[in-house]
T-cell receptor, first 115, second 111 residues
Framework: ETGVTQTPRHLVMGMTNKKSLKCEQH?????MYWYKQSAKKPLELMFVYSLEERVENNSVPSRFSPECPNSSHLFLHLHTLQPEDSALYLC??????????????FGNGTRLTVT | QKEVEQNSGPLSVPEGAIASLNCTYS??????FFWYRQYSGKSPELIMSIYSNGDKEDGRFTAQLNKASQYVSLLIRDSQPSDSATYLC???????????FGTGTRLTIIP
């Protein structure tokens, strides 16, 4: 497999559930990202990891917890979510953290619905 | 002012015509810009990047950057139905060096 792979593609969860989103990149990149995409809103950066170290937490509520065990894998652990958290969650990677000349490669996303 | 602004559309263009997509940016955004195409239910895909004032052409796509007026454009020549998608404009935030996206413009090419 090549590129950035996300699982699951779709997820429905109740507000009391705990679930995890998984992302895997096969591009040899050093930086990985979580973005949230909601209808009629710009892509919102949530977290950035560079060489497995979290370098940015963009004021994301603690009910979202990222984990980066190695440079190829990224997880987003979810617990006690709210209905407004329903969105498309996109994982991305780039060769290095500075995106100026190192644009993002996105996965196909996980469509999350919180009931 | 939002850092990156786009008209959300929808923009409808007849097949074979030129589609023109526009994006403006604030002083908080640097002059490295990217255009991503996102088909419905799919991930954003990078199609063009532009760093210098002027035009950059790649096949049927031309990106234009006007630093004085702080806008970026994407022109699609000989539009095809397969060009129907949402186009996202993104610039690099000066402060944190991270990509800042516009809301996207939904483009429909009418056969």
């Amino acid at each position: 497999e090549t590129g950035v792979t996300q699982t699951p593609r779709h997820l429905v969860m109740g507000m009391t559930n705990k679930k995890s989103l998984k992302c895997e990149q096969h591009l040899g990149h050093n930086a990985m990202y979580w973005y949230k995409q909601s209808a009629k809103k710009p892509l919102e950066l949530m977290f950035v990891y560079s060489l497995e170290e979290r370098v940015e937490n963009n004021s994301v509520p603690s009910r979202f917890s990222p984990e980066c065990p190695n440079s190829s894998h990224l997880f987003l652990h979810l617990h006690t979510l709210q209905p407004e958290d329903s969105a498309l969650y996109l994982c991305a990677s780039s060769p290095s953290q500075g995106v100026r000349n190192s644009p993002l490669h996105f996965g196909n996303g996980t469509r999350l619905t919180v009931t | 002012q939002k850092e990156v602004e786009q008209n959300s559309g929808p923009l409808s263009v007849p097949e074979g015509a030129i589609a023109s997509l526009n994006c403006t940016y604030s002083d908080r955004v640097s002059q490295s810009f990217f255009w991503y195409r996102q088909y419905s239910g799919k991930s954003p895909e990078l199609i063009m990047s532009i760093y210098s004032n002027g035009d950059k052409e790649d096949g049927r796509f031309t990106a234009q950057l006007n630093k004085a007026s702080q806008y970026v454009s994407l022109l699609i020549r000989d539009s095809q139905p397969s060009d129907s998608a949402t186009y996202l404009c993104a610039g690099v935030n000066f402060g944190n060096e991270k990509l800042t996206f516009g809301t996207g413009t939904r483009l429909t090419i009418i056969p």
